[in-house]
């Protein structure tokens, strides 16, 4: 089958709660190669950049802040690429439903993430959600070099 690239975020929620050891550990024994990985102080304009399909969205301008760490003391955010044969959908199912009391117990959101008040879903990872949608993000975190082939 052939080999696929997906961006995996542990957003800055992850990193407050010092979690983000455990969480890379459950994609990793999703058998997939982890061929980029970084720390990354997320900007505005990158922040922007990355959710800008969801402009239109009631809660945009919340998960920009939340990315850019606002909500969680200015943490940074841990940015990874996990390549193999349906690296989409395997982030995708350990990651858990968007909504943190929907997702599966033992997923990561399931397991580490809530619902704030305001009702933010704190979910702690971002994951790609279409090969193509992938590539756009991918380009936009790394650069080639720091991307194993
Ligand atoms: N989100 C939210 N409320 C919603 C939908 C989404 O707070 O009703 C946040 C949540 O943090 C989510 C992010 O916006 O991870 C991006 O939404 P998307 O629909 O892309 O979900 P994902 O692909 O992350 O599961
Ligand atoms: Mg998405």
Redesign the pocket.
């Known amino acids: 089958m052939k080999a696929e690239s997906v961006l995996v975020l542990i957003k800055p929620d992850g990193m407050q709660k010092g979690i983000a050891g455990d969480v890379i550990g459950l994609f990793l024994a999703g058998d997939l190669k982890l061929t980029g990985l970084k720390v990354v102080q997320v900007s505005p304009r990158l922040a922007q950049a990355h959710y800008g399909h969801?402009r239109g969205q009631f809660f945009f301008k919340e998960i920009v802040t939340y990315l850019m760490g606002d909500l969680h003391a200015k943490n940074p955010v841990v940015a990874m690429v996990f390549t193999g044969p349906q690296a989409v959908s395997k982030c995708r199912k350990i990651a858990g439903a968007?909504n943190p009391e929907e997702a599966d117990p033992r997923s990561v959101r399931g397991k580490f993430g809530r619902v704030t008040t305001k009702g933010v879903f704190e979910n702690l990872v971002?994951?790609?959600?279409d090969v193509k949608?992938a590539r756009r993000e991918i380009a936009l975190w790394f650069k080639k070099n720091e991307i194993l082939k």
């Open positions: 969801l968007t971002h994951v790609s959600s949608e």
